[in-house]
T-cell receptor, first 111, second 115 residues
Framework: QKEVEQDPGPLSVPEGAIVSLNCTYS??????FMWYRQYSRKGPELLMY????GNKEDGRFTAQVDKSSKYISLFIRDSQPSDSATYLC???????????FGAGTRLFVKA | DAGVTQSPTHLIKTRGQQVTLRCSPK?????VSWYQQALGQGPQFIFQ???????QRGNFPDRFSGHQFPNYSSELNVNALLLGDSALYLC??????????????FGDGTRLSIL
């Protein structure tokens, strides 16, 4: 079993839809949770960085962490064609230096 | 303000050869991590350098080695290349702290192809 599980998709939605992306994990020591966006032929771009449980909002993006269920989510409101990319979840233990990534979910937003 | 820069962008090698990839961290960052990303997969942690020393290593063989210079730039060396080493190699930098809890910022990677 992988430490971080993420549905690879692809996920296709119409422009303006609310997108929900999710990851589950098995290591209860993970305390730092991240979401990255990766366009084709580019490196991952940090979208959200959260510590422990709770919600964090930044513009159209909302990250949620539920440590009791070992489940994290990223919501994208009013999705745009420019949001079409691969979204990677990532996690890290406190005091650890290794970040563990999910396999990424490919998102397509249709105009 | 320059972000993380990597060179070269593309590289083609043959099996058995050796390769060196280079990374300059984002301004103000002193910690560098290297990742391998196979097609359709998430990045896999290779190792992290802080204060010119490797402070954690992922599940990669000794053929993978690295170095960090006093100006915080870094190199990744891979010896005895195998076909399975074909991947996108990503460098990420962050502000250093003892706990390693600062967010990482990535470069656009070096795409390595092994023939």
């Amino acid at each position: 079993q992988k430490e971080v599980e993420q549905d690879p998709g692809p996920l296709s939605v119409p422009e303006g839809a609310i997108v929900s992306l999710n990851c589950t994990y098995s290591n209860s020591a993970f305390q730092y949770f991240m979401w990255y966006r990766q366009y084709s032929r580019k490196g991952p771009e940090l979208l959200m960085y959260t510590y422990s449980s709770g919600n964090k909002e930044d513009g159209r993006f909302t990250a949620q962490v539920d440590k009791s269920s070992k489940y994290i989510s990223l919501f994208i409101r009013d999705s745009q064609p420019s949001d079409s990319a691969t979204y990677l979840c990532a996690m890290k233990e406190t005091g650890g230096f290794k970040t563990i990534f999910g396999a990424g979910t490919r998102l397509f937003v249709k105009a | 303000d320059a972000g993380v820069t990597q060179s070269p962008t593309h590289l083609i090698k043959t099996r058995g050869q050796q390769v060196t990839l280079r990374c300059s961290p984002k301004s103000g960052h002193d910690t560098v991590s290297w990742y391998q990303q196979a097609l359709g997969q998430g990045p896999q942690f290779i190792f992290q350098y802080y204060e010119e020393e490797e402070r954690q290593r992922g599940n990669f063989p000794d053929r993978f080695s690295g170095h960090q210079f006093p100006n915080y730039s870094s190199e990744l060396n891979v010896n005895a290349l195998l076909l399975g080493d074909s991947a996108l190699y990503l460098c990420a930098s962050s502000r250093g702290d003892a706990a390693g809890n600062q967010p990482q910022h990535f470069g656009d990677g070096t795409r390595l192809s092994i023939l």
